[in-house]
Nanobody, 114 residues
Framework: QVQLVESGGGLVQPGGSLRLSCQAS????????MAWYRQAPGKGRELVGS??????TYEDFAKGRFTISRDNAAKKLYLQMSDLKPEDTAVYYC?????????WGQGTQVTVSS
């Protein structure tokens, strides 16, 4: 059984930073791509970026502000976010693609507001 648990969300002022963590348990291997998604109020879930054996990739809105890193030994995925904007307010979800089967965490709320 695969489980993903996100943490690190919270309230931050515009221009601030947050670091999200995703702890995976179960049969997750370095070959399985992991990713961060987010869902803003009233909107669909969108990809933030992913981390595979080729390294991290990012959506355009995340480039230059967000950094995804992964600790395979600890089965952890991280999302370092800086220069946060109100439009980054969303629930952030961790995802793993385990040979075509997707697993999701419960999400962590990030609110960017003054």
């Amino acid at each position: 059984q695969v489980q993903l648990v996100e943490s690190g969300g919270g309230l931050v002022q515009p221009g601030g930073s947050l670091r999200l963590s995703c702890q995976a348990s179960g049969s997750i291997y370095s070959i399985n791509p992991m990713a961060w998604y987010r869902q803003a109020p009233g909107k669909g879930r969108e990809l933030v970026g992913s981390h595979s054996s080729s390294g991290p990739t990012y959506e355009d809105f995340a480039k230059g502000r967000f950094t995804i890193s992964r600790d395979n030994a600890a089965k952890k995925l991280y999302l370092q976010m800086s220069d946060l904007k109100p439009e980054d307010t969303a629930v952030y979800y961790c995802n793993v693609d385990r040979w075509g089967v997707d697993f999701w965490g419960q999400g962590t709320q990030v609110t960017v507001s003054s």
